[in-house]
T-cell receptor, first 115, second 108 residues
Framework: NAGVTQTPKFQVLKTGQSMTLQCAQD?????MYWYRQDPGMGLRLIYY???????DKGEVPNGYNVSRLNKREFSLRLESAAPSQTSVYFC??????????????FGEGSWLTVV | SQQGEEDPQALSIQEGENATMNCSYK?????LQWYRQNSGRGLVHLIL?????REKHSGRLRVTLDTSKKSSSLLITASRAADTASYFC????????FGTGTRLQVFP
């Protein structure tokens, strides 16, 4: 049982390049999330998907797009990467379609550097 | 945004000592959760305490919640070197908002 799997683990991008972070969960969870973690800022929610077919903005959605491809997969796309998007990105999932009161299960993180 | 503020930012102790981390928040919550993050890894859920609960235990972990003071504490008793990690509180209204974390170092 792999839990939440995200790829790639590390990526270096040039400013203006695009890329997609992939995420899949094998726990049959309804909700999936993308967070970014920056030093001194904690984790900030970028986008979330409460159920298959729905997506909603979090705290810091600008510069990102997401796709809930099916119940298992939730991808995060940077259309035109900027140095401010250098961060560690975490995909996560939870069983319920309500964010509140749920245990969140995290992937291992993707380290993205934009130069 | 409503965000838990952990205190202290960093804590160093010897094995066997207790470690206490505090979390303060600004507005009413449904629940409060604590997570642990080992260096270079994802976060792992430790414990959830509901707004109508005052104290909760899980193994060597003890969490308290004081809604009148809008604060929570996480106590790790008899700490071990393996407890070295960052610990985050997450305040839970209709969304989960994470704090900036306390970095705990436990020396053997």
């Amino acid at each position: 049982n792999a839990g939440v799997t995200q790829t790639p683990k590390f990526q270096v991008l040039k400013t203006g390049q695009s890329m997609t972070l992939q995420c899949a969960q094998d726990m049959n969870h309804n909700s999936m999330y993308w967070y970014r973690q920056d030093p001194g800022m904690g984790l900030r929610l970028i986008y979330y998907s409460a159920s298959e077919g729905t997506t909603d903005k979090g705290e810091v959605p600008n510069g990102y797009n997401v796709s809930r491809l099916n119940k298992r997969e939730f991808s995060l796309r940077l259309e035109s990467a900027a140095p401010s998007q250098t961060s560690v990105y975490f995909c996560a999932s939870s069983e319920s379609d309500r964010h509140s009161g749920n245990t969140i299960y995290f992937g291992e993180g993707s380290w993205l550097t934009v130069v | 945004s409503q965000q838990g503020e952990e205190d202290p930012q960093a804590l160093s102790i010897q094995e066997g000592e207790n470690a206490t981390m505090n979390c303060s928040y600004k507005t009413s919550i449904n629940n409060l959760q604590w997570y642990r993050q080992n260096s270079g890894r994802g976060l792992v859920h430790l414990i959830l305490i509901r707004s109508n609960e005052r104290e909760k235990h899980s193994g060597r972990l003890r969490v308290t919640l004081d809604t009148s003071k809008k604060s929570s504490s996480l106590l790790i008793t008899a700490s071990r070197a393996a407890d070295t990690a960052s610990y985050f509180c997450a305040t839970d209204t209709d969304k989960l908002i994470f704090g900036t974390g306390t970095r705990l170092q436990v020396f053997p």
